[in-house]
């Protein structure tokens, strides 16, 4: 069974702090790895997506991903208040469907 | 460039009956994913259509079933709703099976 972990929270960060968001998988043969944000009431918006080991940046974001450890996270770097959502963590093992965590829910507080 | 479009939005169904969703992935997509998003479970794999064959299929009953047409869109289909049905049925879209999935805004199903 592939699974792929995530700390459920809410985790709390003041605004302009960084946010730190982490992911476990099984799946050792695992290739490419994903972080969507979903809003409340939406569907999953993708902010990111990672295939090599190392960090990957976007603007604010950061990508970390670490193969023989299994994990990875995402940075939010000067986190704003518009960031609160869920942040969902999806694992791509070759070409079958992605398995996502339940997703860790971040709260910015203003 | 158009995005993944699902239809209709929101469906209210009683048990017993049976649904019809639908979803248009990005043009030039082949790949259309069906997830299922309860609260408690988070997202669930349902199936996965692939140039009009199925390719993958999750733990859900017959109840739920799908197809691709030669277009690329896709229905999905269940019968005989039970109330554990009511979800938010999430459509994703990929060029192919190793790339990254871009979902629709979802069909909001409840059963009463």
């Known amino acids: 069974q592939k699974e792929v972990e995530q700390n459920s929270g809410p985790l709390s960060v003041p605004e302009g702090a960084i946010a730190s968001l982490n992911c476990t998988y099984s799946?050792?043969?695992?290739?490419?790895f994903f972080w969507y944000r979903q809003y409340s009431g939406k569907s999953p918006e993708l902010i990111m997506f990672?295939?090599?080991?190392g960090d990957k940046e976007d603007g604010r974001f950061t990508a970390q991903l670490n193969k023989a450890s299994q994990y990875v996270s995402l940075l939010i770097r000067d986190s704003q208040p518009s960031d609160s959502a869920t942040y969902l963590c999806a694992v791509g093992p070759g070409n079958t469907p992605l398995v996502f965590g339940k997703g860790t829910r971040l709260s910015v507080i203003a | 460039k158009a995005g993944v479009t699902q239809t209709p939005r929101y469906l209210i169904k009683t048990r017993g009956q049976q649904v019809t969703l639908s979803c248009s992935p990005i043009?030039?997509?082949?790949?259309v994913s069906w997830y299922q998003q309860t609260p408690g479970q988070g997202l669930q794999f349902l199936f996965e259509?692939?140039?009009?064959?199925?390719?993958n299929k999750g733990n859900f009953p017959g109840r739920f079933s799908g197809r691709q047409f030669s277009n690329s869109r896709s229905e999905m289909n269940v019968s005989t709703l039970e109330l554990g049905d009511s979800a938010l049925y999430l459509c994703?879209?990929?060029?192919?099976?190793?790339?990254?999935?871009?979902f629709g805004q979802g069909t909001r199903l409840t059963v009463v």
């Open positions: 990672i295939y090599s080991n």
């Open positions: 259509y692939f140039s009009e064959t199925q390719r």
């Open positions: 994703a879209s990929r060029f192919t099976g190793e790339t990254e999935a871009f």
């Open positions: 043009s030039g997509h082949r790949s």
């Open positions: 799946d050792r043969g695992s290739q490419s």
